[in-house]
């Protein structure tokens, strides 16, 4: 958008008047290290081409002084804070279920999901709720610091290919519209892992059985993607239905879907972007 190329325009200027050097050295080499060394050791190394620019913050704060990002976006709209939010929900929620994760991107990735589920609706609600904004920054730093460790699963390869096919999409719109029908299918397979990210929402889920935990953690996700306005179908995105089919090739085309923790095929795809036509 020209709000996010304005940012990061006056971010790199910045970045030059402090640093030795173009902004695009910094992005492609590790000279950035000795530019911001004091700052937070939890940096994500791949900041400078993050997609949500909240995560500059902790990049550049021992550089750029009291400068924080995420005062910028007090005014941004509810459906692009929502948007933008649940895809750091899905970060931290699809390192945790990868095979590919470890006990560091466990910790992180699950303090993430617990700040999204807390704030982030508190965040759409009222843009100009700093300490909710604030929070989700640092969700999002370490949503980052999770799939840049661990990766991401099938939501994103699909997401990807919508985005690819439908421009007019948001990020988060493409993967809030096929998350619902993935829980579905997945949670049968890791339910240990379900429980644990539906008890961040609903604590009580400790004193069922696990399978039936891990059923109701998918409902207590749905019901968390209702109350940030992102439940959707695709005819609310205006992808037709006749193309789906060419949808879930277009899916398989990233290897996000190799990390998934249930296996899929292009038959399994197709019948999930079908399910994902009524909510």
Not at 164 to 181: K, S
């Amino acid at each position: 958008s020209a709000f996010r190329s304005a940012v990061l325009v006056a971010l790199c200027g910045a970045w030059t008047a402090v640093a030795d050097g173009l902004p695009g050295e910094y992005m492609v080499s590790r000279s950035w290290h000795v530019v911001h060394s004091g700052s937070s050791p939890l940096v994500n190394p791949a900041f400078a081409v993050e997609r949500d620019l909240t995560s500059l913050r902790y990049a550049g704060t021992s550089t750029l002084g009291e400068f924080s990002t995420h005062e910028l976006v007090l005014t941004v709209p509810g459906r692009v804070t929502a948007s933008t939010g649940f895809d750091v929900f899905a970060h931290a929620f699809e390192s945790f279920i990868t095979p590919n994760g470890s006990p560091y991107t466990d910790l992180i990735s699950l303090e993430a999901i617990r700040l999204t589920a807390a704030f982030l609706p508190r965040a759409v609600e009222d843009g100009s709720d700093l300490e909710a904004r604030t929070f989700i920054a640092w969700a999002d730093t370490l949503a980052g610091l999770s799939i840049a460790n661990a990766g991401v699963t099938l939501p994103h390869g699909i997401g990807m290919a919508i985005g690819g096919g439908y421009p007019h999409v948001q990020h988060g719109e493409a993967l809030a519209v096929v998350y619902p029908a993935i829980l579905r299918y997945t949670y049968e397979t890791v339910p240990d892992r379900f429980v644990r990210v539906g008890r961040l929402f609903d604590p009580t889920l400790d004193d069922l059985p696990e399978a039936e935990a891990a059923e109701k953690s998918c409902a207590q996700i749905e019901d968390f993607i209702k109350r940030i306005g992102m439940s959707l179908c695709f005819a609310d995105l205006n992808v037709p239905e006749e193309e789906l089919r060419d949808l879930a090739e277009a899916s398989l085309v990233l290897p996000d879907y190799k990390s998934h923790p249930r296996v899929v095929d292009l038959d399994a795809v197709y019948a999930l972007l079908k399910e994902s036509c009524r909510k």
